[in-house]
């Protein structure tokens, strides 16, 4: 009994005092400019960020969108248009805002994580309705999004006209 005690004493000496095993996490896909970088899900605190970004901006919120906004912020519009601080940023939404009154309605996102480097990423689909002189023009726009300690940092705009849609035939 005393050897099998002194046994189990030394096997959790032995297993305490060796290192613990370092899990290399696998992500999946790629990212050309940077070879062997992959992506994992990403936490959902990106997602909530990025939301409480895209209500800044239906609120027309100017002062909330810059204190979400890094200093050098970076946006490519899809038009490609770049925008590289927060100031610029803030000039161009007063003016959409006055002109167009845009409004987004996220209908998907997905949070991601780069790895090794362990950037915070969001893809997510809007809905975008605009509204000059009184008609509304509607676009779909995917962003590819970086959140970096709780700022945007940067962000790519692809934006696509939805098909028209067939009014059903009066009954």
Not at 16 to 33: D, L, N, R, S, Y
Not at 59 to 86: F, H, Q
Not at 99 to 108: G, H, L, M, V
């Amino acid at each position: 009994m005393k050897k099998l005690f002194l046994f189990a004493v030394a096997l959790v000496f032995v297993s305490c005092a060796m290192p613990a095993e370092e899990v290399e996490v696998k992500g999946v896909g790629f990212f050309t400019p940077l070879p062997g970088e992959t992506f994992i899900a990403g936490s959902d605190e990106t997602t909530e960020i990025w939301n409480k970004y895209l209500e800044a901006h239906n609120n027309g919120d100017i002062e909330a969108i810059k204190s979400m906004s890094a200093d050098s912020i970076y946006v490519l519009g899809p038009d490609g248009t770049e925008i590289r601080t927060k100031e610029e940023q803030a000039a161009l939404l007063e003016g959409w805002f006055a002109a167009a009154s845009p409004k987004w309605e996220a209908y998907w996102a997905m949070p991601y994580q780069s790895v090794p480097s362990g950037a915070d990423w969001i893809i997510a689909g809007h809905t975008v309705t605009e509204t000059v002189d009184g008609e509304e023009k509607v676009s779909l726009q995917m962003i590819d999004g970086e959140i970096k300690d709780g700022k945007v940092e940067r962000f790519f705009v692809y934006a696509a006209t939805p098909p028209a849609r067939e009014e059903a035939a009066a009954e």
